[in-house]
């Protein structure tokens, strides 16, 4: 399987991947980051952005698509268990906001963007999923509530 220019189930994971963030930040308006490395902010900023492009926008790569169905389907099952649990976590954070489901949420959207960039073959998708991995890690953990 091939996919054009754009590629339309990744777009719907980023919808799904978002929806909860911005319910978040309606939800909880003014925070504030409180890790201060610069770097690290800016690294996370940098992987978070180009991998939600390259999710949907196939640059850098000749032939956006699967080798093999066998990688289609970890593809489509693997984003889609992924995908629940993000939901799932996101529901218990509202709920209850802890440390560990904080880390949940920084550690599950990476997964995502690992698993479409290692099934689809991008290795700039692959490379901005480690650098929003580090970061992202890294400011949740300066952000996130007390140890549970």
């Known amino acids: 399987m091939e996919f ?3 590629n339309a189930f990744g ?3 980023m919808a799904l991947m978002l929806a909860p ?3 978040y930040a309606l939800r909880c308006p003014g ?3 409180k890790c201060r490395n610069p ?3 800016a690294l996370e900023q940098v992987g978070r952005y180009a991998a939600i492009a390259l999710m949907v926008f196939p640059l850098g790569v000749w ?3 699967f080798d093999g169905v066998g990688r289609m389907l970890l593809y489509l099952a693997g984003n889609g268990a992924l995908l629940l649990c993000y939901w799932l976590f996101w ?3 509202f709920r209850k906001p802890t440390r560990g489901r904080a880390l949940t949420l920084a550690v599950v959207p990476t997964g995502i963007f690992l698993l479409s960039g290692l099934t689809l073959g991008h290795r700039l998708l692959t490379a901005a999923a ?3 991995g580090v970061g992202h890690v890294y400011v949740t953990l300066q952000n996130a509530p007390e140890p549970d």
Do not use: T
């Open 4 to 6: 054009n220019w754009i």
């Open 63 to 65: 032939e956006f698509g």
């Open 39 to 41: 770097w690290v902010n």
């Open 21 to 23: 963030n911005v319910v």
């Open 31 to 33: 925070q504030k980051n």
């Open 11 to 13: 777009g719907g994971v």
């Open 91 to 93: 529901f218990l954070y």
């Open 130 to 132: 480690l650098l929003f």
